[in-house]
């Protein structure tokens, strides 16, 4: 799982460090930064391991911090894994007046073990002892750690890929999600517009989670009883949603278009958990309990708190919300708050030592929150 991420120069965030657990939730005001750091993940898998990649494609000068006058930003993350702890970091620097932007420094090393280093596009090389290897020119644009190709002596720099393409980082929004797909996708979009795709693949990769797919919905879902891909073209398959009427006691499909918000929301996200289960998957999810109604909020979280931890089915789950009920769900821990003044960076702190000695006896931390934000001034940002 993701341990520790450090952030400097990328908009808000300012020499700016987190740690996560395996579950973390994280809230504050719009515009404090929680959402950024979700997108610096984003940014970093995919430059990893989406082929083609480069810094302009990820990293424009618009990101920079604007009261900073820092020409280069850097990036530093922490994994845990069985093999130890990956250490990966990056620096972006921003040349000809902002035009241009190239790889000034990127660096992998498992625990002691150095097994990548680039400064100014030249890569030094190094075997899974740490023997290094030759030099090579990988060019200033695209990361040498994803370009490099599997070998029978670089097995850690390899396994270090595949973990970060088991980074999941989304933020479900259900007007987006489209019924129809002309073919399967690996992972998952950002607003999960490609649910209809990936859910294709799903059913062809792993009927085990398309089994508890539809065990689990229908209690939170009542009639529910399955969701399929049919075949309406020569490529195009229509995602549809079966429901069983219990008055007329017969089924009806529904095209996922069809459903409500809330509903799209619901099998989204249980599909989302379920489907990454067993794949040493860390599930970042901004907002998740947008369009879902109270009653239907514990059922999911329960989902991913029964599922996520050491030795569990799912390695890491990060969640951003604002809803009372997410923050009052003891099992997520105390949240982590972001906080951030005008024109100002960001910073964090958890609920617990911001409102310390300030929670009256029964007053749970969602209405604590609730209360003081109500009696402080919002600040344009």
């Known amino acids: 799982m993701i341990k520790r991420v450090y952030i400097d120069n990328f908009r808000t965030l300012v020499n700016f460090e987190i740690i996560f657990d395996s579950l973390n939730l994280l809230l504050g005001d719009n515009g404090s930064g929680k959402s950024a750091v979700f997108e610096v993940l984003r940014k970093i898998r995919d430059f990893i391991v989406i082929p083609g990649q480069t810094t302009k494609d990820l990293f424009p000068a618009a990101d920079k911090t604007r009261w900073h006058n820092e020409s280069i930003q850097r990036f530093e993350l922490d994994l845990e894994t069985e093999w130890g702890i990956f250490y990966y970091e990056i620096a972006i620097e921003h040349v000809d007046d902002n035009r241009k932007t190239k790889i000034n420094r990127e660096n992998l090393r498992l625990d002691q073990t150095q097994l990548f280093n680039s400064e100014n596009g030249e890569a030094q090389l190094f075997n899974d002892s740490g023997r290094p290897g030759p030099k090579i020119n990988l060019g200033w644009f695209q990361s040498g750690v994803g370009l490099i190709e599997e070998r029978h002596d670089n097995r850690k720099l390899t396994a270090f890929k595949k973990y970060m393409d088991n980074i999941v980082i989304v933020n ?162 105390v949240p982590i708050l972001f906080k951030r003044e005008a024109e100002s960076h960001t910073r964090i702190t958890t609920l617990a030592a911001e409102y310390l000695g300030l929670k009256p006896e029964g007053m749970t931390y969602s209405e604590l929150f609730a209360r003081k934000n109500s009696r402080e001034p919002r600040k344009d940002l």
Not at 243 to 252: A, I, L, Y
Not at 254 to 259: D, G, M, N
Not at 261 to 281: C, E, N, P, T
Request: hydrophobic fraction near 40%; include cysteine.
């Open 172 to 333: 479900p929004n259900p007007f987006l999600m489209s019924s129809e797909s002309q073919e399967e996708v690996m992972r998952l979009s950002w607003h999960m517009e490609n649910f209809a795709a990936w859910y294709r693949f799903l059913s062809q990769e792993n009927m085990d989670a398309v089994h508890e797919i539809k065990k689990e919905l229908p209690k939170p879902l009542p009639g529910f009883t399955a969701l399929n891909s049919i075949k309406s073209g020569e490529r195009t398959k229509v995602l549809k949603a079966v429901f069983q009427d219990e008055n007329e006691n017969r089924k009806r499909d529904y095209s996922f278009a069809e459903l409500s918000d809330g509903q799209k929301m619901l099998i989204a996200i249980f599909s989302l958990v379920i489907g990454h289960k067993g794949q040493r998957a860390c599930l970042f999810i901004d907002e998740p309990d947008n369009y879902i109604s109270i009653a239907e909020i514990q059922p999911w979280l329960r989902l991913i708190v029964d599922g996520c931890g050491p030795g569990e089915s799912l390695e890491q789950v990060v969640i951003i919300s604002q809803h009372p009920e997410t923050i009052d769900y003891s099992a997520l821990g």
